[in-house]
């Protein structure tokens, strides 16, 4: 049985050479989560005037359980982090995933990972981080899901 944990990136579009909160809270859940047999996949990409990739920040200031670390620094959107959730799924042969992001990004993350499992016979479970959506976040999520129907069908059609 092989346990993938992966924790999506996040950033707000500004420049930046920490990692951002949203990503830390994310990484302390992953954290939370992770036993040492796991392998543990940080993904997202580096903005414009970024130094290093939101998935290297997050390995960057890993202090989990597991030490079988990926990351993913192509991901620039959702829908990227989901394909590589299921690209990485298969190749390590996962037959449980845990996918880590925030609450009010969970159930859009999950609709497009699921799709990207599809046919891989892994089990997907989400583990939310507790922070609220400020308005912003909301009306961002509230448009997102106008295209999720046909960024679930990329995702499942993206092995």
Not at 38 to 61: H, I, K, N, P, Y
Not at 75 to 101: E, F, K, S
Not at 114 to 125: E, P, Q, T, W, Y
Request: some cysteine.
């Amino acid at each position: 049985m092989t346990r993938l944990v992966a924790v999506l990136g996040y950033s707000d579009g500004r420049a930046a050479t920490a990692l951002h909160p949203v990503c830390a809270a994310r990484v302390a859940r992953a954290e939370e989560q992770t036993a040492a047999a796991d392998v543990v996949l940080f993904t997202g990409w580096a903005r414009r005037g970024r130094r290093f990739s939101e998935a290297e920040l997050m390995a960057a200031t890993w202090s989990g359980a597991s030490r079988r670390l990926i990351v993913d620094r192509a991901a620039r959107t959702t829908l990227g982090n989901a394909i590589a959730v299921g690209r990485v799924a298969r190749r390590i042969d996962a037959t449980d995933v845990i996918l880590v992001t925030s609450r009010w990004h969970s159930r859009r993350a999950g609709v497009l990972v699921r799709a990207a499992l599809l046919g891989s016979g892994a089990k997907l479970r989400v583990a939310p981080t507790d922070e609220i959506a400020t308005p912003a976040r909301g009306v961002r999520e509230v448009a997102a899901w106008t295209v999720v129907p046909l960024l679930a069908l990329v995702a499942a059609r993206t092995r």
